[in-house]
C-alpha cells in the first residue's frame, strides 16, 4: 500500500494559493484602477469587496476537490486490501487442501494402529503450526494496516488544522483591516501593507505546517519493514515446527514398521 505522495504533498500548498488569490491582488502595491482613472482606495476596496467570503468560498471549492481526491484515494486502498484479503484465503484453502491430500495418503500407507496414530499426531503439529504461522502474519498484516491508517488520519488532521487555522487568521486579518480603516485619519497604505504582511506570514506558517505533518510514505516504508520482518519471523518458526513434524513422523513409521 502506499499513499499517494503528490497527493499528500500538494493538497495544502493547492488550498494555500487558491485562497491567496483574491487576496494577492487585493494587497498587492498597485490597486486596482478605477474605470475613470485614478487608484481605488484599499479600505474603500475591502470594505466592498468581501475578501473573507470569497477567500472562504474558494476554500471550501478546493477542500471538496480534495475530499473527492481523499475518498477515491481511500476506495482504492479498500479495494486492494479486499483484493489481498481474497488472495491470501484463496492461499490458505488451498494449502488446507493440500494437507488433507498428504494426511489421507499416510493414512493409507500406515499399516498398524501406532503408524495411524503417529499421523494423527503428525496432523495434529502440523495444524498448530499452520495456525500459529497464521495467527501471526495476521497480526502483523492487522498491524500494518492499522498503523498506515493511524499515519494517514494524523497527516489529515494536521493538514485540515493548518488551512483551518489560515482560514480564520485571514478573517482576523480582514476585520482589522476593516476596523482600522474606519479610525479617522486611518493611512489606507499602511494598513494595506500591515494586511499583506498578516497574510503572507498565514501563509507560510501553514505551508510550513503541511511540509511538517507526519509523512504517510515513509511511516508506511517502517511499517512495512516490521511487517516484512514479523513475516520472516513466523515463517522460520513454522519451518521449524514442520521439519519436527516430518522428523517425528518418520521415526514413529519405521518403529511400527511391521515385522516380517
Known sequence: MKPSKAI????????????L????ALAQTNAPLRPGGGQLNFCTLISSQGVSDRATQRLADKEAKLKATRDARDLKLSERRQERDSKLAEARDNA?????????KLLAKA???????AVIAFQTAVQAAVTAKRSAIDQARNDFKLGVDNAIAM??????????????????AESKA???????????????EAFRASVEASRAKMKEAVQ???KVGATAASLNDTRKQAFD???NVFRSAMEKARTDLKAAFAAAKPQP
Open 8 to 19: 499528500c504533498r500538494a493538497a495544502g500548498a493547492a488550498l494555500a494559493v487558491s485562497v
Open 21 to 24: 488569490l483574491p487576496l494577492a
Open 96 to 104: 488446507d487442501s493440500k494437507h488433507t491430500e498428504v494426511v489421507n
Open 111 to 117: 499399516t498398524t494402529d501406532e503408524q495411524k496414530e
Open 155 to 172: 497527516r489529515k488532521s494536521s493538514m485540515d488544522a493548518a488551512v483551518k487555522t489560515f482560514s480564520d487568521e485571514v478573517a482576523a
Open 178 to 192: 476593516k476596523a482600522d480603516c474606519v479610525v479617522s485619519g486611518a493611512d489606507a497604505a499602511k494598513i494595506r
Open 212 to 214: 511538517s505533518a507526519q
Open 233 to 235: 519471523n513466523a515463517q
